[in-house]
């Protein structure tokens, strides 16, 4: 993420590998602290000052505005910021502010927040102990750093196909040479400590999908994410798969979301660590 102004070292920026097609703004935009964020919601109070580091498409962003006093949204470039912007002006949000950042060296001065949240965020950064040393000095006594990933080695799913093995396999691949570390819901706790908090809280929870509406849903925007995003596009140029590889997965997936039986879960680790 990084401040149009500034000359930045060089932390080993990662790519984002999901990227911002339709197909994925229709997974993340149906997120808010009721689903994601909940872990930290008793740390929100009307007075609350809240750095949102990544604020992706901005619901979650939204929610905590409706809760808390300011909120400031970051992203990694104006494109992607103005996913958020748009949201909130769409909504008539008027207490989040907005800003280009890069989450390794962060453009606020210490103690400027109450609480630094980061949602399916330090799996993609090129550095997550920077990045939560960084929310760490900005955060001010007493106040926390919050952050929630998936961990995509603890996917499950029935029925067992084995195209979804294969899904599975390349986007770990990928994300793994974006610089990112898809199985980062179990290395939160590790991370903390790295970056030198002491008193950490570290939880889990998960988001299942076995409903038909919800298996239609993320089933079928599985099998176009993996055919249409910016992960389908890396996988092809990379040689990882074919475009006739990618299309047995979509195919897969939608199968999947078919079958009365189908059930898919998705483990998440957090952390509450005080400052």
């Known amino acids: 993420m990084a401040h149009a102004d500034r000359a930045l070292p060089d932390w080993g920026m990662a790519t984002y590998t999901h990227g911002h097609h339709a197909s994925v703004l229709r997974s993340h935009s149906v997120r808010d602290i009721a689903n994601s964020a909940e872990y930290l919601r008793p740390h929100l109070t009307e007075t609350t000052r809240l750095l949102d580091v990544g604020a992706g498409p901005g619901s979650i962003t939204v929610d905590f505005a409706g809760v808390v006093a300011q909120v400031t949204a970051i992203e990694i470039d104006e494109n992607a910021l103005s996913l958020s912007r748009t949201l909130a002006a769409d909504r008539g949000v008027d207490n989040i502010a907005f800003s280009v950042e890069d989450v390794h060296a962060l453009s606020f001065a210490d103690d400027s927040f109450d609480v630094a949240h980061a949602h399916q965020v330090l799996q993609h950064v090129g ?18 750093v919050a952050a929630r990933d998936a961990d995509y080695a603890g996917f499950h799913w029935f029925p067992l196909l084995p195209e979804l093995d294969r899904w599975l396999d390349l986007y770990r691949k990928a994300a793994r040479a974006n610089g990112g570390e898809p199985d ?63 299309q047995d997965i979509s195919d897969a997936w939608k199968r999947w979301a078919d079958d009365g039986d189908g059930w898919f879960l998705v483990p998440h680790g957090e952390i509450i660590a005080r400052v």
């Open 127 to 144: 550095d997550p102990v920077q990045a939560l040393r960084e929310m760490r000095r900005v955060t001010a006594p007493g106040g926390v």
């Open 184 to 246: 980062a819901g179990r290395r939160l706790l590790a991370w903390a400590r790295a970056a030198g908090f002491d008193d950490v809280t570290a939880t889990a929870s998960t988001w299942c999908y076995a409903t038909p509406d919800d298996r239609a849903w993320w089933g079928g925007m599985w099998a176009d994410r993996i055919l249409e995003s910016a992960l389908a596009r890396q996988l092809v140029d990379s040689d990882l798969a074919t475009v006739a590889d990618l």
